[in-house]
């Protein structure tokens, strides 16, 4: 199988005949959580802490995020035939997979795609894990933390590790592995994953080479966004980036 920065990160391949790359590769983020919605209430009065005592694994989508992955299985049945996709390739944790569960019913319910369609669950697609400040509000870092904050504004976005926790580098290391299995599991088929927003943001990251500043300066993957590549001279080339029309469509836009 030839090397992933030549299926992946656009350099040129001897035999682009014999690159394995599915037909279609579109990536969502999942529903708006619970989680997110606690968060953004903490970042707007500057709370120390969310009422939140799961695992972020367990964290489930909000009744937002519900509508959102309904509208997304929605957006989904209207794609071309060809571009709908047959399995989906999903992070294990609960948003997720409850984002893609009720996506492929809506989906499946408007005679769009089979019903019982397969989903593969790989860990590989998880959140960023963030180590000792997992579950902490910006004011809470800033206040118990105050030297990683500084550690994280020195060291960039792209390369701030917490402890205990990933960098967005490390994010992209596990999402070039996967990319692997997908492109040679699903090769000539479209696909969906579902995962999360750096997840997402880091897909884009390794499919189209960013810079570190042209990944910074992308803006925040939105909940139950459709992101699209298509398979095209050797590459998955983007057609679509971060779009939430489908939701405004729908009345569940909301925030992210």
Same mark, same amino acid.
Do not use: F, H, K
């Given at each position: 199988m030839p090397e992933l920065s030549t299926i992946l990160n656009g350099h040129p391949c001897q035999d682009r005949a014999a690159v394995p790359l599915p037909s279609v590769l579109i990536a969502t983020r999942h529903g708006q959580s619970t989680a997110n919605v606690e968060f953004q209430l903490a970042d707007t009065t500057g709370a120390l802490s969310v009422p939140i005592s799961c695992r972020d694994a367990d964290i489930p989508l909000s009744m937002l995020g519900q509508a959102q992955a309904q509208a997304l299985g929605r957006w989904w049945a209207e794609l071309p035939p060809a571009d709908r996709p047959r399995v989906?390739? %999903?992070?294990?944790? *609960?948003? =997720?997979v409850e984002t893609a569960r009720i996506a492929v019913a809506q989906a499946a319910g408007l005679g769009s795609v089979p019903v019982g369609l397969p989903v593969r669950y790989d860990e590989r697609l998880r959140d960023r894990e963030?180590?000792?400040?997992?579950?902490?509000?910006?004011?809470?870092?800033s206040k118990h933390h105050p030297e990683e904050a500084a550690r994280r504004r020195k060291m960039g976005e792209l390369y701030y590790r917490p402890p205990g926790?990933?960098?967005?580098?490390?994010?992209?290391?596990?999402?070039?592995? %996967?990319?692997?299995? *997908?492109? =040679?599991a699903e090769c000539g088929r479209p696909v969906l994953l579902v995962a999360h927003d750096n997840v997402v943001l880091m897909l884009r990251?390794?499919?189209?080479?960013?810079?570190?500043?042209?990944?910074?300066?992308?803006e925040p993957v939105?909940?139950?966004s459709a992101s699209l590549w298509r398979a095209g001279q050797?590459?998955?080339?983007?057609?679509?980036?971060?779009?939430?029309g489908h939701l405004a469509a729908g009345g569940s836009k909301g925030s992210s």
């Open positions: 989906v390739w %999903c992070s294990p944790y *609960v948003r =997720a963030l180590g000792v400040l997992e579950m902490l509000t910006q004011a809470a870092i926790g990933e960098s967005w580098s490390d994010v992209a290391l596990r999402v070039r592995d %996967c990319l692997r299995d *997908v492109c =040679a990251y390794v499919l189209e080479q960013l810079t570190e500043a042209q990944l910074v300066a992308l939105r909940n139950c050797g590459r998955l080339r983007g057609e679509l980036w971060n779009d939430v």
